[in-house]
């Protein structure tokens, strides 16, 4: 731990360049207001790890550690001074989406290897991680590494069953709908069985997340970095659901949940873009009471005719990318599997319209 207190003012210092030939990770920090989203950040700010992190803060709250170091404009533009902490971090606070910052910060780019990036308590993280597929430019020197969702365990039970007006879905659950990782935050100030109510709640809502318990937001690093939940080599989790997530939704369930399929054989390739953008672009797919089903996030391995190799397709609200990886094992039985996050789905009608365009080879 480091001997400084929350409120005392990280010490700036010099820091060496460190040599970097790769693309940078970016790891987006999101979580509803009072979760402790801000406390990880602080924490990673001012413990002594060993690591060069850039952290964008998403305006500083009171008693904040580094807050009397930073000077916002008076108006409140963006503050675009990057400032080296005593412990080889950068930081900077932003108003904004943080992009801005991000482009001037690879300026400095050797003084670190590692971005984190914090969102406001009420952002959706679906158009902030967009951001890091469309932009061109960014792409060729950054990648998104993952999105980690800091969740309240005493009062997210609430906000995630909140409901909103107009059918809109409300932002704690989209931004546990969109985690890669959730950090189950102030487990001490709640009983067992509120921890495990919570944690069955969030495996509900997204299957694919891993769910971590932390205290004071004190997680080893190691568990929050280097997630590469967007690296098309890495097993996307499909086989890897928790026993919950198993479960026929043989009804259909007006809140943000998870469904999944897996079924034999292949699908031709413009028939795969077709299913997709019917039911993310176009939203024309939906549930046999006739409303739209509406995918948050989508993520499958599928083998495609014609391809050798397969193919793994992830979705973030309407954008969604497909790549090629690794050959079929000549042994293996070619498959399709897919994991749908959101609302109004019903498992019976996604598979149905997906087995109607494989074929077994």
């Known amino acids: 731990m480091s001997e400084s207190s929350d409120e005392d003012c990280p010490n700036l210092v010099a820091t060496e360049t460190v040599t970097q030939t790769s693309k940078i990770p970016v790891t987006i920090i999101t979580?509803?207001?009072?979760a402790g989203k801000t406390t990880l950040l602080n924490y990673i700010l001012t413990e002594q790890h060993d690591k060069k992190i850039?952290?964008?803060?998403?305006?500083?709250?009171?008693?904040?550690?580094?807050?009397?170091?930073?000077?916002?404009g008076q108006t409140g533009e963006l503050y675009e001074e990057w400032l080296e902490l005593r412990n080889g971090c950068l930081c900077c606070s932003v108003k904004d989406n943080g992009i801005q910052a991000i482009e001037k910060l690879m300026e400095k780019k050797g003084k670190f290897d590692y971005i984190l990036l914090e969102t406001t308590g009420l952002a959706d993280p679906g158009?902030?991680?967009?951001?890091?597929?469309?932009?061109?430019?960014?792409?060729?020197?950054?990648?998104?590494?993952?999105?980690?969702?800091?969740?309240d365990a005493k009062y997210s039970l609430k906000q995630l069953l909140e409901v909103k007006p107009d059918t809109l879905i409300n932002e704690a659950v989209r931004q546990v709908a969109l985690a890669d990782l959730v950090l189950l935050n102030k487990v001490d100030l709640v009983e067992r069985k509120v921890i495990e109510e919570t944690e069955d709640h969030i495996r509900k809502i997204n299957s694919l997340a891993e769910v971590m318990h932390t205290v004071r937001a004190k997680v080893d690093l190691k568990n929050i970095l280097d997630l590469h939940a967007y690296d098309t080599t890495k097993d996307i989790g499909i086989a890897k659901f928790?026993?919950?997530?198993?479960?026929?939704?043989?009804?259909?369930?007006?809140?943000?949940?998870?469904?999944?399929?897996r079924v034999p054989g292949m699908v031709p390739s413009d028939d795969l873009d077709s299913y997709i953008q019917d039911?993310?672009?176009?939203?024309?797919?939906?549930?046999?009471?006739?409303?739209?089903?509406?995918?948050?996030?989508?993520?499958?391995?599928?083998?495609?005719?014609?391809?050798?190799?397969?193919?793994?397709?992830?979705?973030?609200?309407?954008?969604?990318?497909?790549?090629?990886?690794?050959l079929w094992e000549e042994d293996t039985t070619k498959t399709c599997s897919m994991v749908f996050i959101g609302r109004n789905l019903e498992e019976g009608v996604l598979r149905e319209k997906f087995v109607k365009l494989t074929s077994i080879d």
């Open 54 to 72: 850039a952290v964008i803060l998403n305006e500083f709250g009171a008693g904040s550690a580094v807050e009397s170091s930073m000077a916002m």
């Open 31 to 34: 979580g509803y207001l009072g």
């Open 127 to 151: 158009p902030i991680a967009s951001i890091f597929w469309l932009d061109e430019d960014l792409g060729c020197d950054i990648f998104l590494d993952g999105i980690v969702t800091v969740v």
């Open 242 to 261: 928790h026993p919950s997530s198993q479960q026929q939704h043989s009804h259909i369930d007006p809140s943000v949940v998870s469904v999944t399929f």
């Open 279 to 326: 039911l993310i672009w176009d939203k024309s797919v939906c549930n046999s009471e006739g409303e739209p089903m509406d995918v948050l996030r989508m993520k499958g391995e599928l083998s495609v005719a014609g391809e050798a190799r397969r193919v793994i397709v992830q979705a973030v609200n309407e954008l969604y990318d497909r790549e090629v990886t690794t």
